[in-house]
């Protein structure tokens, strides 16, 4: 379907060349063979993008926000008819098979259809003055030119969490995709495009962290970066911005845990622990890589989820029958071997999997065989860390109190789970879980777009994706006082 695709920079309502001369393949993961070459573009390429947004703004921003509104209407439209077509090239490039591509795609054109709503809301607030005669509101303002920098494993979902929110609002955008992601970063420009987006209001420019990231940190004239990625760099990125006093959003990942407790529906549980810890082979910040199982029925989950990882099938995402895809590319591979051996010298005990994919039919591509570790501690580092493969471990403990004091004891917060059927425990779960998500009765994936996502401690910094909550990213708060009483009221003063 697609071979060998060129793909360039969007600047201006044009596509472009980037201005320096290098650029890197594009593989598909599934057998290896080369999709698309995306430049490297340099620090030129964004500070011209970062121009032209900043004139661009200006009108964006006067335009009313119901009619921005209507572009993101039009994209919605454009995402659902092209739906199949956009799965499949998501397939091809990151791996996923096709019905969680066709879920992804599906998120995106929520997150439109819903966005565009808000271009009839954008709420403030009016509050009464302490003064007479004088009126007071809250409206939200856009920020001015912003710059989003989005990750491979959700490359159109979470590019819409960003993109729609800062574009309904009034804002212009500079957009780093992901370099082993950029076929999903054209499609969704192109439709952006034909839907009418005026030129410079979204600028995307290809390249690594280490150029256009941090050429996009570095430049003044953004105001806010909002970034999906690995701590690491979140941590570099926030650094930076700090001292710039520059706004910035970060998701960083996570170490979430399924709770399987003794009064669980168990083979309900082991259908949500296969969905959100094999799924997407385990590439989602939302993957679980945890269960924390009550002592009492650990053996009978263990032998339940044996049987069912049996019958997980493995290969390209392409074909239907697939459950599980590759991993996106070799470095993704060697990390997951890395924490393979790393559980076996901590001393967890190995049920399943724990392999490259090697016979035949997986050659080319990057396949792991899902694994499942059993016997693991709290503080094991298996147990610790963010894998994001096909690795989950089981933490056998005592109690309710224990399974959430483990769920805890780790430094992300994004997603978690349990399964009770006990409403007493759901309550206080809710409660004391600490992960910005939670879920009961069902795995650790699957956030819906209008509620806000993000977490607590390592997984950001407060903000969040999605839902109205991307919208105080993307807005600042305006305080506005209208004084109609023709005289000079000095508030705190004059009261009568
Ligand atoms: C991610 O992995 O960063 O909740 C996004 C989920 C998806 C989004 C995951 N809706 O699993």
Request: with cysteine.
């Given at each position: 379907m697609?071979?060998?695709k060129?793909?360039?920079?969007f600047i201006?309502g044009e596509?472009?060349?980037?201005?320096g001369?290098?650029?890197t393949?594009?593989?598909?993961p599934a057998n290896?063979?080369k999709?698309?070459?995306?430049p490297l573009?340099t620090?030129?390429?964004?500070?011209?993008a970062v121009?032209?947004?900043?004139q661009a703004?200006?009108?964006?921003?006067?335009?009313p926000?119901p009619?921005r509104a209507?572009?993101?209407?039009q994209v919605g439209?454009l995402?659902?008819?092209?739906?199949?077509?956009?799965?499949?090239?998501?397939?091809m490039?990151?791996?996923k098979v096709?019905?969680e591509?066709r879920g992804?795609v599906?998120e995106?054109i929520?997150?439109a259809?819903y966005?565009a709503?808000?271009?009839?809301?954008?709420f403030?607030?009016?509050t009464?003055?302490e003064?007479?005669d004088?009126?007071?509101m809250?409206v939200?303002a856009?920020?001015?030119?912003?710059?989003?920098i989005?990750p491979?494993n959700?490359?159109?979902?979470i590019?819409?969490?960003?993109?729609?929110?800062a574009?309904?609002?009034?804002?212009?955008?500079i957009w780093?995709p992901a370099?082993e992601?950029?076929?999903m970063a054209?499609?969704?420009?192109?439709i952006?495009?034909e839907?009418g987006?005026?030129?410079?209001?979204?600028?995307?420019?290809y390249?690594?962290?280490s150029?256009?990231g941090?050429a996009m940190?570095?430049?003044d004239g953004i105001r806010?970066?909002?970034?999906?990625?690995?701590n690491?760099?979140?941590?570099?990125?926030?650094?930076?911005?700090?001292?710039?006093l520059k706004k910035?959003?970060l998701?960083?990942?996570?170490?979430?845990?399924?709770?399987?407790?003794d009064?669980?529906?168990?083979?309900?549980?082991?259908?949500?622990?296969?969905?959100?810890?094999?799924g997407t082979?385990?590439?989602r910040?939302t993957?679980?890589?945890r269960?924390?199982?009550?002592?009492d029925?650990?053996?009978d989950?263990?032998d339940?989820l044996l049987?069912e990882?049996?019958k997980?099938?493995?290969g390209d995402?392409l074909d239907?029958s697939v459950k599980v895809?590759?991993v996106?590319n070799?470095q993704?591979?060697?990390k997951i071997e890395k924490?393979i051996d790393?559980?076996?010298?901590?001393?967890?005990?190995?049920?399943a999997?724990g392999?490259v994919m090697?016979e035949?039919?997986?050659?080319?591509?990057?396949?792991?065989?899902?694994t499942?570790?059993t016997d693991?501690t709290p503080?094991m580092?298996?147990?610790?860390e963010?894998i994001?493969?096909?690795v989950?471990s089981l933490i056998?403990?005592?109690?309710f109190?224990?399974a959430?004091?483990?769920n805890?004891?780790v430094?992300?917060g994004?997603s978690s789970?349990i399964?009770?059927r006990?409403a007493n425990?759901?309550?206080?779960?809710?409660?004391?879980?600490?992960t910005?998500?939670?879920?009961?009765?069902?795995g650790?994936?699957g956030?819906e777009?209008?509620?806000?996502?993000?977490?607590?401690k390592?997984?950001?910094?407060?903000?969040r994706d999605?839902?109205?909550?991307a919208?105080d990213v993307f807005?600042?708060?305006?305080a506005v006082?209208?004084?109609?009483?023709g005289?000079?009221?000095?508030?705190?003063?004059d009261?009568?």
């Amino acid at each position: 379907m697609i071979t060998d695709k060129k793909v360039r920079n969007f600047i201006n309502g044009e596509w472009v060349d980037g201005k320096g001369e290098e650029s890197t393949p594009v593989t598909n993961p599934a057998n290896g063979q080369k999709i698309a070459q995306v430049p490297l573009s340099t620090l030129e390429d964004v500070n011209a993008a970062v121009k032209v947004a900043a004139q661009a703004q200006k009108d964006w921003a006067q335009v009313p926000a119901p009619q921005r509104a209507e572009i993101l209407y039009q994209v919605g439209h454009l995402m659902k008819e092209r739906k199949e077509t956009l799965s499949k090239i998501l397939t091809m490039e990151n791996g996923k098979v096709l019905e969680e591509a066709r879920g992804e795609v599906q998120e995106g054109i929520d997150m439109a259809f819903y966005m565009a709503g808000e271009g009839r809301r954008l709420f403030g607030q009016t509050t009464p003055s302490e003064l007479r005669d004088k009126f007071a509101m809250s409206v939200r303002a856009p920020v001015g030119v912003v710059g989003i920098i989005t990750p491979w494993n959700f490359p159109i979902a979470i590019a819409t969490w960003k993109s729609f929110p800062a574009i309904v609002a009034g804002n212009a955008v500079i957009w780093k995709p992901a370099t082993e992601t950029p076929l999903m970063a054209h499609e969704m420009t192109k439709i952006f495009h034909e839907a009418g987006l005026p030129e410079g209001v979204l600028n995307v420019v290809y390249g690594t962290g280490s150029k256009v990231g941090e050429a996009m940190v570095d430049n003044d004239g953004i105001r806010v970066i909002s970034f999906t990625g690995s701590n690491e760099v979140g941590r570099t990125i926030a650094s930076k911005c700090g001292l710039k006093l520059k706004k910035v959003s970060l998701e960083m990942g996570g170490k979430n845990a399924v709770i399987v407790m003794d009064d669980a529906d168990l083979d309900l549980a082991v259908e949500g622990i296969l969905w959100s810890a094999f799924g997407t082979s385990g590439q989602r910040c939302t993957a679980c890589s945890r269960v924390i199982v009550h002592e009492d029925v650990k053996e009978d989950l263990e032998d339940k989820l044996l049987a069912e990882m049996k019958k997980l099938t493995i290969g390209d995402g392409l074909d239907e029958s697939v459950k599980v895809g590759p991993v996106i590319n070799a470095q993704g591979l060697a990390k997951i071997e890395k924490y393979i051996d790393i559980g076996r010298e901590e001393g967890a005990k190995l049920l399943a999997g724990g392999h490259v994919m090697n016979e035949e039919q997986f050659q080319g591509g990057n396949y792991f065989a899902p694994t499942l570790f059993t016997d693991a501690t709290p503080n094991m580092q298996i147990a610790q860390e963010e894998i994001f493969g096909p690795v989950v471990s089981l933490i056998p403990v005592k109690s309710f109190k224990e399974a959430i004091e483990v769920n805890n004891q780790v430094d992300f917060g994004l997603s978690s789970s349990i399964f009770t059927r006990d409403a007493n425990q759901v309550f206080a779960a809710q409660r004391d879980l600490d992960t910005g998500i939670v879920y009961v009765n069902a795995g650790t994936t699957g956030a819906e777009i209008h509620l806000p996502f993000g977490g607590t401690k390592g997984t950001g910094n407060g903000h969040r994706d999605s839902g109205t909550a991307a919208l105080d990213v993307f807005t600042e708060w305006k305080a506005v006082y209208v004084d109609y009483s023709g005289k000079l009221q000095r508030a705190q003063i004059d009261i009568d």
